[in-house]
């Protein structure tokens, strides 16, 4: 850090009062076109400008709509994410091997060995959440199917786990890439039950521990104020009860071996990876759920239950509501929601026609240039602008500047999720962070590019020259600022003017209001 950087605070006070409008054609983009990217991706960039300008709005968006099912990232990331071994190692096994060094550990006696043990332990849990992160960074960061990671990271807070919570940082990866993502775009009922058979949901929420004569409530709770038909719409106490009732016997087991079930149950066993409906622990008598007689048979109830709550019109508003304050505005309007909501109960709760409806309206095209960035969008989209030609090495840093913002990856403790509003995001001290930020990334952020656990540089020794190190080059974003964005507004054209460096060029558009918001 240079102090000849630092930006006047004054300086900045002034650019973030002005909001700037979307205004002048960047050279190849149409306006509509960029601030559509803006809006629907983890931050404009040069690749996906030059995919939007050459297959014109209609296609790319169709494109966007509808990803194919293997995506096309460049061979240099396939490979990283390949290689790391929460993508190798199914997460069942993962979790085995890492409850047996668990078991190991507890059972020692001498103090010293067991927390060798327990280091071990615990360093397999941290590498596993870390290694998610980093294909999570690095899929929103080089995939060309944006909207699809968008939607993975907004479905992810809907359906909000939490890392810290006893082992789910084995199946965080898991849970976002078996369970979130490929159903991103696609029909909400079928991501309902996604959630509802994945461990990390059962051991987060409890349900692993719901059975018939221990009721455990929680799960059903949430599944109803949060992940469908929302707080206040109509559903009863009694509903919830019975909701957890069905869930009974929904869980979690580790072992290779199948339960013993007797006789008349038997066929109802249902195991999948962790997954596992065990008849002994569910409630197999008749439920009345949302006015609905559901008669006691197994794990069918729970996929009745599912169909009855994905085609409540209160689902239908509640998922339309998330999305319009997602990509619209803190306050979107009713009529706009309300004709989302239409489309998702016509067409059965398919994701990509209701974003299709909103992405159409009017008041969605009203909105463009006006949503305040969370961190997430903010640290991703900055990156992305600085360094679309180049692969980031180390996603470490990224994840440290999450943190710092309070939106860490997987790192909610709460089932409701980050909150997608302004105020949540834009008080003073965010800012600052925000500001030192962009220093780092608009000056080079060298620790982006460093290979994780690389040694740090050896210190001086006196009368023996510094061996020189390989530059850091720093990106120089002037041009893409010209050609990506619209005319920023004239307070933050003034502040551009004033900058002597491309790193005070990339720091200052980097803290601008025009690129805090998309």
Wanted: aromatic share 6%; hydrophobic share 45%.
């Amino acid at each position: 850090m240079r102090d000849h950087l630092l930006l006047p605070w004054t300086m900045l006070a002034v650019l973030l009062a002005t909001a700037a409008p979307v205004a002048a054609a960047p050279a190849r983009m149409t306006p509509s076109q960029a601030a559509l990217l803006d809006r629907l991706t983890w931050g404009t960039d040069a690749s996906d400008a030059e995919a939007i300008a050459h297959d014109g709005t209609a296609r790319w968006l169709d494109h966007q709509l509808h990803p194919a099912r293997t995506t096309a990232l460049p061979a240099e990331v396939a490979a990283r994410i390949a290689a790391l071994p929460v993508t190798k190692t199914p997460m069942a096994n993962a979790v085995r091997q890492a409850e047996d060094l668990n078991r190991v550990a507890n059972a020692m006696a001498d103090p010293d060995a067991k927390a060798a043990a327990k280091k071990v332990y615990n360093d397999a849990l941290g590498a596993a959440g870390h290694q998610a992160a980093t294909r999570s960074i690095l899929l929103a960061l080089y995939s060309p199917d944006q909207l699809q990671e968008v939607m993975t990271s907004f479905w992810f807070n809907h359906f909000n786990v939490h890392l810290g919570k006893n082992n789910i940082r084995l199946m965080i990866g898991d849970y976002e890439q078996a369970a979130i993502r490929p159903h991103a775009l696609g029909r909400f009922r079928d991501l309902l039950e996604a959630t509802v058979r994945h461990p990390a949901m059962l051991s987060y929420l409890d349900n692993a521990q719901n059975a018939n004569g221990h009721i455990n409530e929680n799960y059903a709770r949430e599944i109803m104020e949060l992940h469908t038909m929302g707080v206040g719409s109509g559903y009863s106490q009694k509903d919830v009860q019975e909701l957890a009732r069905i869930l009974t016997g929904v869980g979690i087991d580790a072992k290779p071996d199948d339960p013993k079930i007797g006789p008349q149950h038997a066929g109802d066993l249902v195991r999948q990876g962790l997954f596992e409906f065990n008849p002994n622990r569910h409630d197999y008598g008749d439920k009345d759920f949302l006015g609905h007689h559901i008669a006691g048979r197994g794990f069918a109830e729970v996929e009745e239950a599912l169909d009855i709550l994905s085609a409540q019109p209160a689902t239908a508003h509640h998922v339309s509501m998330a999305l319009a304050r997602q990509f619209v505005g803190d306050a979107p309007p009713p009529r706009l929601v309300d004709r989302m909501a239409a489309t998702f109960v016509r067409t059965h709760g398919e994701i990509a026609p209701v974003m299709a409806m909103m992405i159409g309206s009017p008041e969605f095209k009203a909105s463009l240039g006006t949503k305040f960035k969370d961190p997430a969008h903010y640290v991703l989209s900055a990156v992305r602008l600085a360094y679309d030609d180049r692969i980031v090495v180390n996603t470490q840093p990224i994840e440290g500047w999450l943190n710092r913002l309070a939106e860490g990856l997987y790192n909610h403790q709460t089932p409701d999720g980050y909150p997608p509003d302004a105020a949540a995001w834009n008080g003073p001290g965010q800012m600052s962070v925000r500001f030192e930020i962009a220093r780092q990334i608009g000056g080079g952020a060298p620790a982006l590019f460093k290979p994780e656990g690389a040694p740090p540089p050896p210190p001086p020794v006196p009368g023996v020259p510094p061996t020189p190190q390989p530059p850091v080059p720093v990106p120089n974003i002037r041009d893409a600022v010209a050609t990506l964005f619209p005319a920023p507004d004239a307070a933050t054209t003034a502040a551009l003017a004033q900058a002597k460096s491309p790193a005070e060029f990339n720091t200052l558009f980097l803290s601008s209001p025009r690129f805090m918001r998309r």
